[in-house]
C-alpha cells in the first residue's frame, strides 16, 4: 500500500479528532472515520492519532512508551494493508501484574497477550540492524494488552485504528524480567486462558517474524516521523496469538515460556478493588 501524498484536509482531520475523543468521553461508540479522512490515507490517521494524543496530554497523561499492532499477516489481509501500525502508552494506561480493572473504564474491550520491551538506550541515532535493536534492550516482560475501540462494533479499517490510537485502551505487566541473553523472543511460546473462553495460543514467531523484528520496524518508522524510540520507554511488541473479548467478572491468565505469567481481573462497577 502507498503513502498518499495529497496533504491532508485540516478540517476533516479536526472532525475526526473530535469523534473519537467525544466517544471517549461519552462511552459511546462512535462511527467510523474513515467517512472522514479516507480508509486508507496514512498521513491523514496518524495526523488525528497525535491530536488524539495531544489531547490526553494536556490533560495531564505523560508518553512512557509505543505499542506495535497489525503484526499478524492475517489480521493485515482482513484489513487490507500490507504493514503493521503503532500508537503511544501514556502513563494512566499501564496496571500491575494481578490488577483487577473496572470493565467500565472500556467501551468494548478484548484482551491479547504479548512480549513487552523495555528500552536501555535510545534509538535515536546510527543503524538499527537486529543487533543494534537487541543491545537497546534493557529487559523483556510478559505482557497483556486490553486494546479498546472507540468505533461501534470494531468496525476499522487501516485508517480508524490508526486514528484510534491503535485501539489501545490499558496493559498490564509481569513482574518477571528477563534478558535477553535468557530468552530468544522469537522462540517463545504463549497460552493465554480467558474466563469462559477457548484458549488463545501461539507463538514469538507470529509477531511479524519475531517481536524483534517488530521492534525493528518501530524504531525506524518513530525515528521517520521525528518521535524516535528512547530509552526507559515501554514497547508492545504486538499479539503472539488471537485476542478474546472480555466482560466484567472475566479473568486473564498468559504463561509466555521463558517470561513466567501475567494476570489481570475485570470487575463490575463499584465492586472492591
Not at 25 to 53: E, H, K, M
Not at 58 to 85: C, E, Y
Not at 131 to 149: G, M, N
Not at 235 to 264: C, D, H, N, Q, Y
Request: proline share 5%; aromatic share 4%.
Amino acid at each position: 500500500m502507498s503513502q498518499t501524498t495529497t496533504p491532508p484536509d485540516t478540517a476533516s482531520i479536526i472532525a475526526a479528532t473530535e469523534r473519537l475523543i467525544g466517544a471517549a468521553t461519552s462511552g459511546t461508540p462512535c462511527a467510523p472515520v474513515r467517512d472522514l479522512i479516507g480508509p486508507d490515507d496514512v498521513t491523514a490517521a496518524y495526523a488525528v492519532q497525535n491530536r488524539v494524543i495531544d489531547n490526553r496530554k494536556n490533560a495531564g497523561a505523560r508518553v512512557i512508551g509505543r505499542k506495535i499492532g497489525l503484526t499478524s499477516t492475517a489480521v493485515q489481509a482482513q484489513l487490507g494493508v500490507d504493514q503493521p501500525d503503532f500508537g503511544v502508552l501514556l502513563d494512566d494506561m499501564v496496571h500491575p501484574d494481578q490488577a483487577t480493572i473496572p470493565i467500565d473504564r472500556f467501551l468494548q474491550p478484548r484482551v491479547e497477550a504479548e512480549v513487552a520491551f523495555v528500552l536501555k538506550h535510545d534509538l535515536a541515532d546510527g543503524d538499527l540492524d537486529l543487533e543494534r535493536i537487541a543491545t537497546a534492550v534493557d529487559y523483556a516482560v510478559a505482557a497483556l494488552e486490553i486494546c479498546d475501540s472507540r468505533i461501534a462494533g470494531w468496525d476499522i479499517r487501516f485508517a480508524d485504528t490508526v486514528a484510534d490510537n491503535a485501539s489501545v485502551g490499558a496493559f498490564v505487566l509481569g513482574t518477571e524480567r528477563h534478558t535477553l541473553a535468557e530468552v530468544t523472543p522469537r522462540e517463545v511460546t504463549m497460552t493465554m486462558t480467558v474466563t469462559g473462553q477457548d484458549d488463545s495460543t501461539g507463538t514469538g514467531a507470529a509477531c511479524l517474524g519475531g517481536p524483534l523484528l517488530a521492534l525493528q520496524w518501530l524504531a525506524t518508522k518513530a525515528r521517520q516521523l521525528g518521535e524516535p524510540l528512547r530509552a526507559g520507554q515501554v514497547i508492545l511488541s504486538g499479539a503472539l496469538g488471537p485476542m478474546r473479548p472480555v466482560t466484567a467478572g472475566a479473568e486473564v491468565t498468559t504463561t509466555i515460556s521463558g517470561l513466567g505469567t501475567v494476570a489481570v481481573r475485570f470487575s463490575n462497577k463499584g465492586d472492591d478493588q
